[in-house]
């Protein structure tokens, strides 16, 4: 049998199918390649969608402003490389439940991040960029009813926030007067206490027992609900407690408040600057707030706090 050799058009419908067989492979491998780096750029967008909702979540309690809370999201993201309408760049912060109000704590916070990604071998095929988006929601919730190693401490509600947050609020406070007045009823008092149900602790606190909270703080894990019951320090000398207090110096720890008849209706985050225990007895801080997540908790069954002081935000998708 005789074969006939290929003329030249066989071959170039060999090097047309070569052809569009090396744009296939080049567009499947730039695909994958291009695909992988939008991926790793979905994941740092979405590291700055984190921390803009959770700057605007932080600002939206803080202010009770929409606006200061919108702006603050805006500035969080451009400090992270993704500025709003810089560069095909769209960043957005909604409000789903509402605008930050002082009647509602619990707001629902949500940013969203979009924009260009480069592709360098996609665009071969007529894709030279993808849009990447990703989108961060955060919740504010009011009053936290749970703390973590709080220190043995309580504040009449009258004191929270009335000179204001941090250094500049910084009071001196004293303990209640002799007798029977155990519970704070001022904004300057304070006083010790024991939590009740708290590591079978007994409800009639003692120098001991108190003693006993102020040291263990450090590595405290226990949870202590406002439905539990206070125990306050009768009136006396304390000198250790006030000794032991000023260890912690400089550190931050929830405290309880409690209202006139020593009910507790919340928590607070104070500063410890002094702990003074002669003739004087006083301690000296401020509170810190009103947004305090650390060792805050919102805890089922475990009571409803007032909305005076503490809120958490937390990141919710």
């Not at 090097?15 to 780096?37: K, N, P, Q």
């Not at 993201?77 to 009647?103: E, F, H, K, L, W």
Request: with cysteine; hydrophobic share 40%.
């Amino acid at each position: 049998m005789n074969h006939s050799p290929k003329g030249p058009s066989e071959d170039g419908q060999m090097l047309v199918i070569f052809a569009l067989i090396l744009v296939v492979m080049t567009a499947l491998v730039g695909l994958v390649i291009d695909g992988g780096s939008a991926f790793a750029a979905r994941r740092d967008m979405q590291n700055v969608a984190d921390s803009a909702t959770m700057a605007a979540a932080y600002s939206c309690v803080n202010t009770k402003s929409t606006a200061s809370a919108t702006a603050a999201g805006l500035a969080n993201a451009a400090a992270n490389g993704y500025t709003n309408g810089s560069g095909g760049v769209t960043v957005s912060i909604t409000y789903p439940t509402g605008s930050c109000q002082d009647s509602d704590p619990s707001t629902t916070v949500m940013a969203s991040v979009s924009g260009p990604h480069r592709n360098y071998f996609s665009g071969i095929v007529g894709m030279p960029t993808w849009t990447v988006s990703t989108t961060a929601t955060a919740l504010t919730s009011g009053a936290p009813n749970g703390a973590a190693g709080a220190m043995p401490i309580i504040f009449n509600k009258k004191a929270v926030g009335k000179y204001g947050w941090g250094p500049s609020a910084e009071k001196d406070y004293d303990e209640p007067g002799q007798g029977n007045q155990d519970v704070p009823q001022t904004d300057l008092t304070f006083n010790w206490t024991v939590f009740c149900a708290a590591n079978g602790n007994p409800c009639n606190a003692n120098s001991n027992l108190v003693d006993d909270l102020i040291n263990g703080q450090v590595t405290s894990t226990i949870v202590v609900t406002v439905n539990e019951l206070i125990g306050p320090l009768n009136a006396g000398a304390h000198t250790s407690l006030f000794s032991d207090l000023a260890k912690y110096v400089g550190e931050d720890y929830p405290v309880a408040i409690v209202d006139d008849s020593g009910a507790m209706v919340g928590w607070a985050y104070f500063h410890i600057t002094g702990s003074v225990g002669g003739s004087t007895k006083q301690i000296s801080g401020y509170f810190q707030g009103p947004v305090n997540p650390k060792d805050l908790q919102v805890v089922a069954n475990g009571g409803t706090a007032a909305n005076f002081g503490a809120y958490s935000v937390r990141l919710v998708n």
